[in-house]
């Protein structure tokens, strides 16, 4: 599971990816000074771990994690090569979500390809080469499948059906909605992976200026897009070299205690359809990932083999629930740790304790 920073060179990619992660990638007012994919890891924010790890007094407190991919900046042209073309192209292939990185800043020591910064249109460059470079994988495909289909083949020719649809609509710059069709054809779909259909969320890297702040507002009122988070990468960057005491009060004084990246990755993990349960003893109070949906024998096997191979039963309690009885051994005697087997659906911020024996 991983989210993959994309945008136009120079809007900002790289230090996001630096705040987030703690890392060290290249950071530059030229453009393509990322080429290979930075990969790093971040935690994902959590109001509820350091209270649980509390009534334990845990050792340790472990986050869930999201993995990141900072991609190189994409220009007009792209689909043909363009840039860094093709490449880089493949490796927004390999993300579950898109978060795409747009430029709401002047600086004139940080080159745009225009003179005018133009969000909107700026967005519109990266969608349109995600798109063409999307039509020509549907050009492939419909080749292979026209010559197939001559013999008769029933599952090519409705592929053949699907593909041809939505290179249509793709012609015509219209991304349709194909919920319908993906359940039918889902591999079709894990085949083509389509750029122009993951998952996307818009981040407007705001500067603290009056005119960036206008960029941001043209930005929104031009584009009905209604996943749009505002960031102030440079800023969120900053405060990060200030000793953590004085992060918080000075963040408040310039207006940003709301961490935009913090809305950021806690957005991408629920585009990434994951939910968070915790395990709570005196070594560890750590927050686990799964997929919304999933059973507590998964679960299990997420912590330890041995947990789901010798599965016997779970012990589970909400997080909010336990926080509010403030121990485990309170909540159990009013009877609110509840007993559940393997079939459980695991629920968000649930906490449990697997009994297993091997
Ligand atoms: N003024 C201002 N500068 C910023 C802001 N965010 C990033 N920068 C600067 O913009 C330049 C480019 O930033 P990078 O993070 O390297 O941009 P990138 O998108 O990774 O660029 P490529 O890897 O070349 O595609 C650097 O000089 C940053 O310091 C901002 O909010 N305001
Ligand atoms: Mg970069």
């Not at 030229?30 to 649980?52: A, R």
């Not at 941001?216 to 996943?227: A, G, M, Q």
């Not at 912590?303 to 121990?327: C, P, T, W």
Request: proline letters at 3%.
């Amino acid at each position: 599971m991983q989210v993959g920073i994309i945008g136009l060179p120079n809007a900002g990619k790289s230090t996001i990816f630096n705040t987030l992660t703690k890392g060290r990638a290249e950071v530059a007012s030229y453009p393509f000074c990322t080429i290979e994919p930075n990969i790093g890891i971040t935690e994902v924010p959590d109001n509820n771990i350091q209270s649980l790890s509390d009534i334990y007094n845990s050792a340790k407190i472990t986050p869930a994690t999201i993995r990141i991919l900072d991609i190189a900046g994409l220009v007009k042209g792209a689909s043909r090569g363009e840039g860094l073309g093709n490449k880089f192209l493949s490796h927004i292939r390999t993300v579950d979500v898109i978060a795409h990185i747009v430029r709401c800043f002047y600086d004139e020591n940080v080159s745009h390809i225009d003179k005018d910064i133009d969000p909107a249109g700026d967005i519109g460059i990266i969608n349109t080469e995600l798109l063409l470079a999307d039509i020509e994988i549907l050009q492939r495909k419909r080749e292979k499948l026209i010559s197939i289909s001559k013999s008769g083949d029933a599952l090519a020719k409705s592929q053949l059906g699907v593909v041809e649809f939505i290179t249509g609509e793709f012609n015509n710059e219209r991304i349709p909605d194909l919920s319908d069709l993906y359940g039918r054809h889902n591999e079709l779909f894990d085949e083509l992976n389509l750029l122009s259909i993951k998952p996307t969320l818009y981040i407007a890297n705001t500067g603290d200026g009056e005119k960036d702040e206008e960029l941001y507002k043209k930005l929104i009122t031009e584009v009905s897009c209604k996943d749009i988070i505002k960031i102030f990468a440079k800023l969120e960057s900053e405060l990060l070299e200030l000793p953590k005491e004085e992060r918080s009060e000075y963040a408040r004084e310039l207006g940003v205690d709301k961490s935009g990246l913090s809305i950021f990755i806690r957005t991408c993990y629920e585009m990434l359809d994951l939910i968070t349960f915790y395990t709570i003893n005196k070594n560890e109070t750590r927050a686990w990932s799964i997929k919304k949906g999933s059973n507590v024998l998964k679960a299990a096997g997420k912590i330890h083999s041995d947990m789901e191979k010798g599965f016997i039963k779970a012990e589970v309690i909400n997080a909010r629930q336990l926080l509010d009885f403030g121990s485990v051994s309170h909540a159990r005697e009013e009877g609110k740790v509840r007993i559940e087997g393997k079939d459980y659906i695991v629920g968000d911020k649930d906490v449990i304790q697997v009994r297993f024996s091997v």
